[in-house]
Structures are given as C-alpha cells and as structure tokens.
C-alpha cells in the first residue's frame, strides 16, 4: 500500500484508528483484555448502545436528534415482558411515529419534541411496570443468550442491525433522502421529496430500532427494568459522533456508527480491567469523547 | 502535517489514558477481591468502599472497584470484567435485587465465589450475603413516628422502583398500624434534597394538619425540614433513613427526630472479610446481618464521635 493510499485510509477511517490504538494500549497494559472471551464480553457489550446508535444515525443523518431512544428501549421491554416481544417492537415504532408527527407536521425542533417523548416513554415504563422490574418471557430472554457458549446472539443481531442500516443508508431511497434532508432540507424539498413523510419513517426506525435494542438489553438480564437504560441516549449520540457522523446533518455510517459504539465499550471494559478508580473512568471517557469529535473535526478542516 | 497532528493527538489520548491508571501488576500470593459497587454517587456506598477498602488492607487483600452508576445491565458487563481479571471472590452490591442474577451467574460460571452486600440477590448462588434489612428498617421508622406523633402523616418516597425505595417503603407501610398515625399523602423525591423541598411544600399546601413525615432517606427529610421551617420538630415530626452525617446533626439540632442508621463501613468490612475467607477456601457465614439502629436525640452522641 502507497504512502498516499494509508493516508486516505487513515483519513476516512480516524474512528477505526482509534478503536485499534485504544485497544493495543489497554492489551499492551493488560494482556487479559484479549482472552478471546473478554472480546466476546466487549462485543455483547456493545450491543445494546450499538442497535440503538443505528437508529440514531439516520436521525442524525437527517440533520435531527433524538433524545428518546433510552426511555422507549425502557418501555418497549417493558411491554415486551408484560405481554410479548413482538408488541414492544410495535410501541417503540409507535412512539418513533408520534415523534416524526410532533417534529413534521408539528413544526418542533427534534430536541423538544423527543425530549417530551423521553419523559412521557419512562413515565408510561413507570406506570405499567407498578415500579417493579418485570421478568421476561422465554423468547426475549433469549435474544440476550449465548446460541452456544461462544456465540452471543447480542452480538449476532449488533451485526445484523449493522448490516440492515448499511443497507437502509446506501441502497435505499430513503436512506439517499436521509442525506439529501440532512444536507439542506431547503434543496431536499425543492428537488420534491415530500420531508415531511420521510420523517416520520425516519424518527419511527429509530423508535424501532431503540425497542429492539431494549429486548435485548432485558434478554440479557432476564428482566425488563423501570429504571433500564437511563441515559442511553447519551451515550448512542457520542457512538455516532465518534463514528464521525456530523450533528448538522448529511454525513454519517453504519461503519463509524459500528466502531463508535465499540470505542465505548472497549474503553469500559478497558478501564475496569486497567482497575482505573471509578470516578476517574469517568474523567477519561469524557475526555476520549471530546478527542475523539475533536480528531474528527480536524480532519474536516 | 494533518497526519502528525492527529498522531499526536492521539497519543495524547493514550498518556491520558495511561496516568490515569493504578498499578496494574498483582503482586504473588496476594488475594485479590473485586467490588462490585451499585453507584458511588452516594454517600452512602463510598462509606461501604471505604470500610470494604479498610478490612481489605487489614487482611492484606487487594481490593478492585468498579462502579455500576446505578445502571443493571452495566454491572453484569462490570462482573464479567472481573471474572476476566481472575479476582479470587467478588462482592457483588447490586443496583437491583431482581435484576443481579446474571451478574451471579457470570461468576458462578467462572467458579469465582460471590458475596452479595447491602442489597440481595434473588435468584442466584451466593456464598455469603451481608446485609441490613431495609424492610425491617421502613418498620423501625414507622413505629419511631407513631411514637414521635400521632395524627395525618406523609411518606416521602425515593426513585420509583429503586430496590432501596420498595423495601423501605414496603417496611414503612407494615410498620402503620403500630402507632396512631395514618397516611394520607405520598410523594416521590428521588431521594433528592431539592426535590423533597418542593414536594413538602406542595403537600402543606393540600394537607396543612400535617403532624409527621416519613422520607426514605435521611436527604428527603432534611429537604422536608428546609420546608417545613420552624415547625420541624415542633408540631411536625420528621423520620429519615440512613445516618448520614447532615442527619445526625438535624437530630442534635432538634428539627429531624429520628433517622434509621445502617452502618455502611461495616456492611464493607464485613463483606471484605467473608469474601477473602471464600477466596481461601474457608468456610464462610452464609448470612451476616449488620444490624439497623434507631437514632434519636437519646443516643445521637454516640454516632457523632
């Protein structure tokens, strides 16, 4: 490979760089970071921020934000534990629905209208759970297990969600539209796409997408919690950001969106095996997130 | 030129990385023990890793802490870390009870004895539990206040479904009918001092007859004392939970009239000391019950020291 041709590379894929480095820092330091299990640990890990930050890619694609997607994972396995997983999937799209309604037809700015929906989502989670973590049925429980002891099926659906929003970005009319919306909606209207219509469908994958996200995360423990996947959101906005997707709109993943929820959870696992005080974790992941958005932008100059 | 900037920004981000790390080598012959913390945003668990810290240099142990912020589902990724880095026992304080048997299961897998501390693990092999019983507490709380007063009583409740929460509230409720005194309003404050100003406020507003108070924890109440003013301890009476250094000195001062102490550093200690018995094979106590204490002006003096 030519000198010019790592550069490009290099370029294109800083996220990935960092992923690797982190990773041969924390494997150099702590050689059990590579036992083939603690691997599989970090991808099953990774899962449930990962589906969710798909979802979130072609929000943000689109020029939006959607701050909900913790709160309807939350309610989605709620609902999926009281009656089952497939309806969790319907309410959470549902919920994507009437926030695509509040952001097109209501004219609000996607930060207010999904923040209206996180605390409606939670407080509904609160409502029909009574307050108690609920236990999942045999079919969401299993999303969260092992197929065999070295196979997590977490980890499987992470790369199957990757590859249906790979396709959903690249192959696919709407997802051409998610980057000519995000881009300039101005420009997007003009060529004659109806905006209004395909945010609707965008918001309501990312509602699906958060409700999937959260059966896995309730398969894995077994149990659908109130209080799962408190802040979420957060953390599935800085795995598109580090994947170097743009908050303005028009650029985006599935591939950086994949390593920016790896970087995460490298760096969690990582940080505990390196037996980092907790408080300090915090510091350091605050502080990796900021470098990484801050790479990013250097390259766009 | 880009290149070489983004280079040394990056390796920026690994001495961060790096300084921020202890030791990480384990010394030859030395046990070593992880902790697993539900969160160390509160007072209250800090206490339990220091005291868990304190037994573990005593008996010479090294002790790894991770910190689940209150989250379940990052916890069992947390134990499965653990489990990796070969720790010979885990103590195990799950964010939730219902929620921890995974987290058991990673390590009962693994053949890594599991202690569980403060909270309970249902559903999973433990070796040893040590714990205060936070139902039996809400129980002690409610017979302090039907001592402490008699008539139309709030409960001022914490994060809704927190395990902390039910069980406190749960003990309050069966503990009613000891005393005279009867609920006729609830509110939920987040176990949050401001939060407990403003709920109290609005619950004047509807019930001016108040005559006591039940907060679940000991930052409620001295939230519901901010709003009660000078009729703290006067003709409302106020029941907090926890012993926290600002509740002890509320009840000095007269405005809180009783809290319902655990003994957090002791919880620690004593889990530190079954785990590294676990960890060499020895036979453990299977339950170890830190036992709640009731602290009224009466006996506030020897908590204080």
Redesign the interface.
């Known amino acids: 490979m030519s000198t010019i041709s790592i550069?490009r590379y290099?370029?294109e894929n800083?996220a990935l760089?960092?992923l690797l480095?982190?990773a041969v820092?924390?494997a150099v330091?702590?050689p059990?970071?590579l036992?083939a299990?603690?691997l599989l640990?970090v991808g099953v890990?990774a899962a449930?921020i990962a589906i969710m930050a798909f979802g979130m890619t072609f929000v943000v694609v689109a020029g939006g934000i959607d701050l909900s997607v913790g709160s309807i994972a939350a309610l989605a396995a709620m609902v999926g534990a009281l009656t089952a997983g497939p309806l969790g999937l319907v309410v959470g799209a549902l919920c994507g629905l009437v926030n695509g309604a509040l952001v097109s037809y209501g004219k609000l700015p996607p930060f207010i209208a999904t923040l209206a929906m996180l605390s409606v989502a939670r407080g509904l989670t609160?409502v029909f759970?009574e307050?108690?973590?609920h236990e999942t049925d045999a079919v969401v429980t299993f999303l969260g297990s092992n197929l065999t002891p070295s196979l997590p099926l977490p980890l499987l659906l992470m790369l199957a969600f990757f590859g249906i929003t790979g396709l959903i970005l690249t192959r696919t009319n709407l997802g051409r539209r998610m980057y000519a919306i995000g881009g300039n909606e101005e420009a997007a209207k003009l060529s004659g796409i109806d905006v209004r219509k395909q945010k609707l469908w965008i918001y309501a994958l990312s509602g699906l997408f958060a409700a999937a996200a959260g059966l896995v995360?309730a398969g894995?423990?077994?149990?659908a919690?109130?209080?799962?996947?408190?802040?979420y959101e957060l953390d599935a906005i800085a795995a598109v950001v580090i994947g170097g997707a743009s908050l303005s709109g028009g650029v985006g993943r599935a591939t950086g969106t994949l390593v920016g929820a790896l970087v995460l959870a490298v760096l969690?696992?990582?940080?505990?095996?390196?037996?980092?005080?907790?408080?300090?974790?915090q510091?350091?992941i605050g502080?990796?997130i900021a470098?990484a958005a801050?790479?990013d932008s250097?390259?766009r100059? | 030129m880009?290149?070489t900037?983004?280079i040394a920004?990056?390796l920026?981000?690994?001495a961060?990385?790096?300084t921020?790390?202890?030791g990480?080598g384990a010394s030859g012959g030395q046990i070593t023990i992880g902790l697993a913390?539900s969160t160390?945003n509160n007072p209250f668990f800090v206490e339990l890793q220091q005291g868990a810290q304190e037994m573990a240099n005593q008996l010479g142990a090294k002790l790894?802490?991770?910190?689940a912020q209150?989250?379940?589902?990052?916890q069992?990724?947390?134990v499965?870390?653990?489990v990796?880095?070969?720790v010979k026992a885990i103590i195990l304080n799950p964010v939730?009870s219902?929620?921890a048997?995974?987290a058991a299961k990673a390590a009962e897998m693994a053949n890594i004895p599991l202690i569980s501390v403060d909270r309970a693990v249902e559903g999973g092999k433990v070796a040893a539990e040590v714990a205060s019983n936070n139902v039996s507490g809400g129980s002690l709380a409610a017979i302090e206040l039907g001592r402490a007063t008699s008539g139309e009583v709030a409960h001022l409740k914490g994060?809704?479904?927190?395990s902390a929460?039910?069980d406190r509230g749960q003990g309050f409720e069966q503990g009613l009918n000891s005393g005279n005194i009867k609920v006729v309003a609830t509110a939920v404050a987040d176990f949050d001092r401001a939060k407990a100003l403003n709920e109290t406020t609005n619950l004047l507003q509807g019930h001016p007859s108040l005559k006591g108070i039940f907060a679940e924890n000991d930052e409620m109440a001295l939230g519901a004392i901010k709003a009660l003013g000078a009729r703290a301890g006067k003709d409302v009476m106020v029941v907090g939970f926890d012993g926290t250094p600002d509740g002890l000195k509320a009840i000095q001062d007269g405005t809180l009239a009783a809290t319902i102490a655990q003994q957090p550093k002791l919880l620690g200690s004593k889990a530190v000391e079954q785990a590294v018995k676990a960890a060499k094979g020895e036979a453990v106590q299977q339950v170890v019950d830190v036992e709640v204490k009731v602290i009224t002006k009466q006996n506030v003096a020897e908590f204080t020291k």
């Open positions: 550069r290099a370029s800083g760089a960092g480095l982190l820092v924390i330091m702590q059990a970071f036992n299990q603690n640990n890990q449930v609160l759970s307050g108690q973590p995360l894995r423990l077994g149990s919690g109130p209080q799962a996947a408190v802040g969690r696992n990582g940080l505990n095996l390196l037996q980092v005080p907790p408080f300090w974790q510091v350091v502080a990796v470098l801050l790479l250097l390259r100059r | 880009k290149v900037r983004r920004l990056t920026g981000a690994a961060l990385l790096a921020g790390c202890s990480t913390v160390l790894t802490v991770v910190d209150n989250d379940a589902t990052n069992v990724n947390q499965q870390t653990l990796t880095q070969g939730d219902k929620q048997a995974p994060i809704s479904g927190a929460s039910r």
